[in-house]
């Protein structure tokens, strides 16, 4: 996918059994961000770090989707133990991880094995691809966000 690409459409539940559709968030900027597992350590930070920032997030009218293969229930118990203030949504199928691109080649202890990426896109209020992080660092990741999001912002203000 390009950096201009369009979004690629998805429908999927949240751990509250919500549908939710890219057409949702027509007019607003979405971090559809991929991560491998509910409840492990570095999709613990980063969805924490996502969470602690999405007041800030909102600012610049960016909303924040977690996806995973993880199932509803999973979802549910994941973002009430650490009190998400965003949805999680289910791909048990890996249909829109695969869409994409967030499903590859991993590796781990010296072992290769195909597994979900931790990969996120921006996604433009129009629907199109504005930016990629491929990799992500947990960490980081809701502050480099911030950044492009300031940065896209006053692009947008000189333009106009």
């Known amino acids: 996918m390009s950096k201009k690409a369009k979004a690629p459409s998805f429908e999927l539940k949240d751990q509250k059994g919500k549908k939710h559709t890219l057409k949702d968030y027509k007019g607003k900027w979405l971090l559809l961000y991929f991560y491998p597992k509910d409840d492990t350590p570095g999709c613990t930070k980063e969805a924490c770090t996502l969470s602690e920032n999405f007041s800030e997030l909102k600012k610049?009218?960016?909303?924040?989707?977690?996806?995973?293969?993880?199932s509803v229930e999973s979802h549910k118990k994941f973002s009430s133990k650490y009190e998400l203030t965003f949805p999680l949504l289910s791909d048990e199928e890996k249909k829109i991880i695969k869409a994409y691109r967030a499903w590859g080649k991993k590796k781990f202890m010296g072992r290769e094995y195909m597994g979900i990426r931790r990969i996120s896109y921006l996604i433009s209020p129009t629907g199109?691809?504005?930016k990629k992080y491929d990799p992500v660092k947990p960490a980081f990741h809701a502050g480099e966000v911030l950044e492009d999001l300031k940065s896209l912002k006053s692009k947008c203000d000189i333009l106009s």
């Open 60 to 70: 610049y009218n960016a909303r924040v989707l977690g996806v995973s293969a993880d």
């Open 128 to 130: 199109y691809i504005e």
